[in-house]
């Protein structure tokens, strides 16, 4: 069975940095794209990153030059490293994987399985 499990989330202040996991399981992570969303309350979730098979990687722009996402297939797992962070970057994150042979998506509506997310809380 697929799952995806999210970890890594804490309170952290304005300017901090946090380091997410996604943990793939019951499925070849090397044929699924991977990507990183986050939801707040009263918002639509969002796409922030992702990463396709082999490693390529897109970000939103809100989070271009401070997120980086990283995955290692054979371990199974995927990071999803934030710098820099603003209190608008607190959410929910979820990591989503989709099985397609090339690219990735920052579109929620194209993923497939999702994890059941990490709270990140930016305050002063």
């Known amino acids: 069975q697929l799952q995806l499990a999210e970890s890594g989330g804490d309170v952290v202040q304005p300017g901090g940095s946090l380091r997410l996991s996604c943990k793939a399981s019951?499925?070849?992570?090397?044929?699924?794209?991977l990507g990183w969303f986050r939801q707040s309350p009263g918002k639509e979730r969002e796409g922030v990153a992702c990463?396709?098979?082999?490693?390529?990687?897109d970000y939103a722009e809100t989070v271009r030059g401070r997120f980086v996402t990283s995955r290692d297939n054979f371990k199974a797992i995927a990071d999803l490293q934030m710098n820099d962070l603003k209190p608008e970057d607190s959410g929910t994150y979820y990591c989503?994987?989709?099985?397609?042979?090339?690219?990735?998506?920052?579109?929620?509506?194209?993923?497939?399985?999702w994890g059941q997310g990490t709270q990140v809380t930016v305050v002063a």
């Open positions: 989503a994987a989709l099985r397609i042979p090339s690219g990735c998506s920052l579109l929620k509506g194209t993923y497939q399985n």
């Open positions: 990463s396709t098979r082999l490693g390529s990687t």
């Open positions: 019951g499925f070849p992570l090397g044929y699924y794209a």
